[in-house]
T-cell receptor, first 117, second 114 residues
Framework: GAVVSQHPSRVICKSGTSVKIECRSL??????MFWYRQFPKQSLMLMAT?????????EQGVEKDKFLINHASLTLSTLTVTSAHPEDSSFYIC?????????????FGPGTRLTVL | AQSVTQLDSQVPVFEEAPVELRCNYSSSVSVYLFWYVQYPNQGLQLLLKYLSGSTLVESINGFEAEFNKSQTSFHLRKPSVHISDTAEYFC????????????FGTGTRLTVIP
């Protein structure tokens, strides 16, 4: 149980285009999902907390207009990187909590490798 | 807020030898503690966690960690490592209030040498 998927696993795009990444909880309903960014050989940095049916909460320094988060259902959150630039290239990982099992643990997706040319 | 320190960025160890990956945390409130493992180009997998109760927790693949409140530590141990244990290991802490924002350490790269 508690499986989280992400799509796509890899994406390469041109500078200036937008990219959408999907995060799904496959076997549970997640009222809260999290988006992280990981640079090579570094730890995960929380970008935002996504709450179903309401606006996401962004961490300090994360541009809301650049990283659009939508959590339209209890099993799906999307992260859209708008007008992507090479410095946005990174590994993006989502996670979700399963409230039915106490909600104390975050389960992570496999990540999406974004490369902006 | 909470913070986590993983003092060892890299730990090389020979196959079948024991290993300890250190994790210390700081927090003004009660915490949950986690160890996650990340294999190359993959997301994080939960290895084990401490929520309450017994301070010694175990994973299905032979790892164990002990919560030591007085030393604010949650070190990860395995008595005999395998090649397949080569990965990045992250210690993380969250508060118990329900927000459950995870704070990660910088990770420890475990390399098992044949």
């Amino acid at each position: 149980g508690a499986v989280v998927s992400q799509h796509p696993s890899r994406v390469i795009c041109k500078s200036g285009t937008s990219v959408k990444i999907e995060c799904r909880s496959l076997d549970f309903q997640a009222t809260t999902m999290f988006w992280y960014r990981q640079f090579p050989k570094q730890s995960l940095m929380l970008m935002a907390t996504s709450n179903e049916g309401s606006k996401a909460t962004y961490e300090q320094g994360v541009e809301k207009d650049k990283f659009l988060i939508n959590h339209a259902s209890l099993t799906l959150s999307t992260l859209t990187v708008t007008s992507a630039h090479p410095e946005d290239s990174s590994f993006y990982i989502c996670s979700a909590r399963d409230p039915a099992s106490g909600g104390d643990t975050q389960y992570f997706g496999p990540g999406t490798r974004l490369t902006v040319l | 807020a909470q913070s986590v320190t993983q003092l060892d960025s890299q730990v090389p160890v020979f196959e079948e030898a024991p290993v300890e990956l250190r994790c210390n945390y700081s927090s003004s409130v009660s915490v949950y503690l986690f160890w996650y493992v990340q294999y190359p180009n993959q997301g994080l997998q939960l290895l084990l966690k401490y929520l309450s109760g017994s301070t010694l927790v175990e994973s299905i693949n032979g790892f164990e960690a002990e919560f030591n409140k007085s030393q604010t530590s949650f070190h990860l141990r395995k008595p005999s490592v395998h090649i397949s244990d080569t990965a990045e290991y992250f210690c993380a802490v969250s508060d118990q209030t329900g927000a459950n924002n995870l704070f990660f350490g910088t990770g420890t790269r475990l390399t098992v040498i044949p």
